[in-house]
């Protein structure tokens, strides 16, 4: 039976690039909830219209207006087989609804926690350095540039540390994910359908431990 994969993980716990990975090697596709609603702001559909309505009167849009954008994207020919889905639900309501569009495509739902220890993720994300020129990533403790906060490929150019990338702002925005997320995963971890990868160590170690999964 073909699945759809909810991936769950913090913020700098690595899910994006493991889902990029998928998509590359096993033609998985990762549909991103950040990704829909940047198409909604282009696209030209009776439901991307209503989506621009609400996002240019600065309302949130409700859970049944996201479940209607995810089963419109879902629908395509590239989701006829296992896909993954990056970013949604994210709460018990949303993952309800997931339900009931599984039972419609005939697929059952996977839940896979990439998870990490929190020390480590304060490094990732506080330790992260960008070049503004070719956007090359570097991170002061796991991979930083041969000579200090210069690009390796642009020897002219500083590199670049988000204002967002300090202390203060991670530690709140992984307590935000931590309330946010915990119910979602006590309901896939009631249900049986919970899995979890450590989103530390050798990038390529996570990947076969998540195709295995998969």
């Known amino acids: 039976m073909t699945k759809i994969i909810v991936l769950i993980g913090a913020p700098g716990a690595g899910k994006g690039t493991q889902a990029r990975l998928l998509e590359e090697r096993k033609g998985i596709p990762q549909i ?17 219209r209503e989506v621009q309505e609400i996002m240019a009167s600065g309302k949130l849009i409700s859970d049944d207006l996201t479940y209607q954008i995810v089963k419109d994207r879902t629908s395509r020919k590239d989701c006829g087989g296992t896909y993954i889905l990056d970013g949604y639900p994210r709460t018990p309501v949303q993952a309800e609804q997931l339900e009931n569009l599984a039972k419609e495509q005939g697929k059952e739902i996977q839940a896979i926690e990439v998870f990490i220890d929190r020390g480590e993720l304060m490094k990732r994300l506080t330790g992260r350095r960008s070049c503004p020129v070719c956007g090359e990533i570097y991170n002061i403790y796991s991979k930083p540039p041969k000579t200090d906060n210069v690009c390796d490929f642009h020897p002219d150019t500083q590199l670049t540390h988000r204002a967002d990338d300090n202390e203060e702002s991670v530690s709140t925005r992984l307590a935000t994910y931590d309330e946010l997320t915990k119910p979602l995963l006590d309901y896939y971890e009631k249900s ?23």
Not at 33 to 43: L, P, V
Not at 192 to 214: A, P, Q, T
Request: without cysteine; negative net charge.
């Open 192 to 214: 049986g359908r919970l899995k979890k990868v450590s989103g530390e160590g050798d990038l390529e170690e996570i990947y076969k431990e998540l195709e295995s999964l998969i």
């Open 32 to 48: 991103s909830t950040g990704d829909m609603f940047r198409e909604m702001k282009k696209a030209d559909t009776p439901l991307a």
